[in-house]
T-cell receptor, first 115, second 111 residues
Framework: GAGVSQTPSNKVTEKGKYVELRCDPI?????LYWYRQSLGQGPEFLIY????????DSGLPNDRFFAVRPEGSVSTLKIQRTERGDSAVYLC?????????????FGPGTRLTVL | GIQVEQSPPDLILQEGANSTLRCNFS?????LQWFHQNPWGQLINLFY???GTKQNGRLSATTVATERYSLLYISSSQTTDSGVYFC?????????????FGKGTKLSVKP
């Protein structure tokens, strides 16, 4: 079946603007994860949803970052008042917790550039 | 928090060679996964292996949880194996969704 999809694939914005990044998980996957990957680093955990609720948002760097998953499927990561330091690849993953030993399947990412 | 260290940071191989990548972690874990990130950025899950040994074709992995390390073996390497290999763990008792990644091993396989 289809994998995790993310849109847009690239986003260029100006400092101070608001951006939304979208993630479509694998159909039927109840868990959804957001990570951020800076150049030369491993992905860094941001937030994890189980269904519609955020089970762990301890990785969100500050209150400019927010994520929602209102119907338990598609998720949107929202960044307010973007800063140049927010530039990174934002990765989304999904899994069936309790199935396949919580293997996370990653999307292709959204490359965010803040000018 | 838990530390995940991978070695070597960079590795250059001739096609056909074998290699071993290492992941050390500083605390007990209940989830450990190996990923391959290809040159286009796509992360592919290779193994879920919090303990024991698994094999999949030319790849195999072993985790010795009591000694807090995991090894990824690549045999008869091919140019398509190039990319970055990440080890990621969930600390025992931690949030199951919170994978902590190492910095990766960048592998280049030359023809």
């Amino acid at each position: 079946g289809a994998g995790v999809s993310q849109t847009p694939s690239n986003k260029v914005t100006e400092k101070g603007k608001y951006v939304e990044l979208r993630c479509d998980p694998i159909s039927g996957h109840t868990a959804l994860y957001w990570y951020r990957q800076s150049l030369g680093q491993g992905p860094e955990f941001l937030i994890y949803f189980q269904g519609t609720g955020a089970a762990d948002d301890s990785g969100l760097p500050n209150d400019r970052f927010f994520a929602v998953r209102p119907e338990g499927s598609v998720s949107t990561l929202k960044i307010q008042r973007t800063e140049r330091g927010d530039s990174a690849v934002y990765l989304c993953a999904s899994s069936l917790p309790g199935q396949v030993q919580d293997t996370q399947y990653f999307g292709p990412g959204t490359r965010l550039t803040v000018l | 928090g838990i530390q995940v260290e991978q070695s070597p940071p960079d590795l250059i191989l001739q096609e056909g060679a074998n290699s071993t990548l290492r992941c050390n972690f500083s605390d007990s874990v209940n989830n450990l996964q190996w990923f391959h990130q290809n040159p286009w950025g796509q992360l592919i899950n290779l193994f879920y292996i919090p303990s024991g040994t698994k094999q999949n074709g030319r790849l195999s992995a072993t985790t010795v949880a009591t000694e807090r390390y995991s090894l990824l073996y690549i045999s008869s390497s091919q140019t398509t194996d190039s990319g970055v290999y990440f080890c990621a763990v969930v600390r025992y008792g931690g949030s199951q969704g919170n994978l902590i990644f190492g910095k990766g091993t960048k592998l280049s396989v030359k023809p």
